[in-house]
């Protein structure tokens, strides 16, 4: 069992940045690969960054170049420093943890919302 917290979202106008956390306990050794997803009004969840055991990432095109997908695992924790926000990011962002045998777990979500 693995258990993640999210924090960090908010009411941001656009242009400005956020930094969202989320801390994972339990299980963590058996962890192989966290990231971040959302989900807007409407659409289905959607990747945003990822990152591995070995600190390899990967993102989302919409997001490359603006956000920034980190891991501190002292404190078990991942971040998502977002940057240059935008309406379109407006979302739930949900941590997810993906277990070496494939199982994923999930957060409770963060809202993350840009004015124009």
């Known amino acids: 069992q693995v258990q993640l917290v999210e924090s960090g979202g908010g009411l941001v106008q656009a242009g400005d940045s956020l930094r969202l956390s989320c801390a994972a306990s339990?299980?963590?050794?058996?962890?192989?690969?966290m990231g971040w997803y959302r989900q807007a009004p409407g659409n289905p969840r959607e990747l945003v960054a990822t990152?591995?055991?070995?600190?390899?990432?990967s993102y989302a095109d919409s997001v490359k170049g603006r956000f920034t997908i980190s891991r501190d695992n002292a404190k078990n924790t991942v971040f998502l420093q977002m940057n240059s926000l935008k309406p379109d990011d407006t979302a739930v962002y949900y941590c997810?943890?993906?277990?070496?045998?494939?199982?994923?777990?999930w957060g409770q979500g963060t809202q993350v919302t840009v004015s124009s």
């Open positions: 990152i591995t055991s070995g600190s390899s990432t």
């Open positions: 339990g299980s963590i050794f058996s962890i192989n690969t």
């Open positions: 997810n943890a993906r277990m070496l045998w494939g199982q994923n777990y």
